[in-house]
C-alpha cells in the first residue's frame, strides 16, 4: 500500500468514526408498547432502527413496560435520561395505556394519574414523610416537552397505538376523546410535531380486518407480536412523513 493510499485510508476511518460518534439520537420513552421483551411481545420502538440510516443517526428506546407518565419520571428515569442527551438529539413520547386508574398509594394507584392536561395536583402521603405530588396525563407530557427543550431536545409526542378492540360496526375504538386528545392539545400548545399513532394504526388494522390483526395480539389486546410491532414502527414512520419533520432526511430510502 503506497503512502499516500495509506493516508486517504486513515484520513476516511477518522472521518467515519467521527461521524459515528456524533450521530444526533432519537430517545423513546413510553411503555410496553414502546418496548418490550422482544420475545412473544415486541414493542414498536424495537424496530424503528429498520427504517432509519443508522450510519447517520441512533435510536435509543428508553421506554419501559409497565410506566406511565407519571412512574416514568418517580423511578427516576426521566432524570437518568435527562444526564446523556444533548443538543440537536430527538424524543419520541409515547405513554397512555398505563395512566387510568385513580391516583393512589396502592398497588394498582401507585401509577394513576390525574385525568386531562390541567396543571390541577394532588399530594399522595407514602408514610415516613414521604409526599408524592401527582399531575394530570397533560402536565406530566407537558414537562417532559419543556425539560427536553430547554437541553435543546426536539420533542415528538405520540398518541397511544389503539388496542385490538372493536365496536359492533367493525370499527376499531379509539383513544380520541381521552389520551389521543390530550397528547394532541399538549403539542399543539407546544407548537411541537404530534404524530396521531392511534388513528394511523386504527385505520391499518381496519384495512387489514379483525381476523389478520387478531393474529398480532398472541396474549391480549394491548401487546403485539413482532409483525405487529412492525406495523406500528411504519405507522410512526408515516406519521413523520405527513408531518414533515427533520427526522424525515433520516428515513432510509432502500
Known amino acids: 500500500m503506497t503512502r499516500r493510499n495509506l493516508t486517504v485510508l486513515l484520513i476516511t476511518g477518522f472521518l467515519l468514526s467521527f461521524t459515528m460518534q456524533h450521530r444526533p439520537t432519537v430517545y423513546l420513552i413510553g411503555d410496553s408498547t414502546v418496548r418490550n421483551d422482544n420475545k412473544v411481545n415486541w414493542g414498536w420502538g424495537s424496530l424503528l432502527a429498520n427504517f432509519l440510516d443508522t450510519t447517520r443517526i441512533q435510536v435509543d428506546n428508553q421506554a419501559m413496560a409497565g410506566r406511565s407518565t407519571r412512574?416514568?419520571?418517580t423511578e427516576g428515569r426521566w432524570d437518568r435520561l435527562l444526564a446523556v442527551m444533548k443538543p440537536g438529539d430527538y424524543l419520541l413520547i409515547q405513554f397512555g395505556h398505563n395512566e387510568g386508574s385513580p391516583p393512589d398509594t396502592s398497588r394498582q394507584g401507585y401509577r394513576g394519574v390525574?385525568?386531562?392536561?390541567?396543571?390541577?395536583?394532588?399530594?399522595l402521603d407514602w408514610g415516613d414523610n414521604k409526599k408524592e405530588t401527582v399531575y394530570?396525563?397533560?402536565?406530566?407530557?407537558?414537562?417532559?416537552?419543556?425539560?427536553?427543550?430547554a437541553f435543546g431536545v426536539q420533542p415528538i409526542i405520540l398518541s397511544m397505538i389503539p388496542r385490538n378492540q372493536w365496536d359492533d360496526s367493525g370499527t376499531v375504538k379509539r383513544a380520541d376523546k381521552d389520551y389521543a386528545l390530550w397528547a394532541r392539545q399538549i403539542a399543539e400548545e407546544q407548537q411541537i410535531p404530534f404524530i396521531d399513532l392511534n388513528e394511523i394504526t386504527a385505520r391499518r388494522y381496519e384495512e387489514l380486518g379483525q381476523q389478520k390483526v387478531k393474529e398480532y395480539?398472541?396474549?391480549d389486546h394491548t401487546h403485539t407480536?413482532?409483525?405487529g410491532a412492525l406495523l406500528n414502527a411504519r405507522s410512526v414512520i408515516q406519521g413523520l412523513l405527513v408531518s414533515g419533520h427533520t427526522l424525515v432526511n433520516y428515513i432510509r430510502t432502500n
Request: net charge positive.
Open 114 to 123: 390525574l385525568k386531562g392536561i390541567g396543571k390541577d395536583s394532588l399530594v
Open 136 to 149: 394530570s396525563y397533560g402536565e406530566n407530557l407537558r414537562r417532559f416537552v419543556l425539560q427536553a427543550k
Open 217 to 219: 395480539f398472541p396474549q
Open 225 to 227: 407480536n413482532y409483525q
Open 71 to 73: 412512574t416514568f419520571r
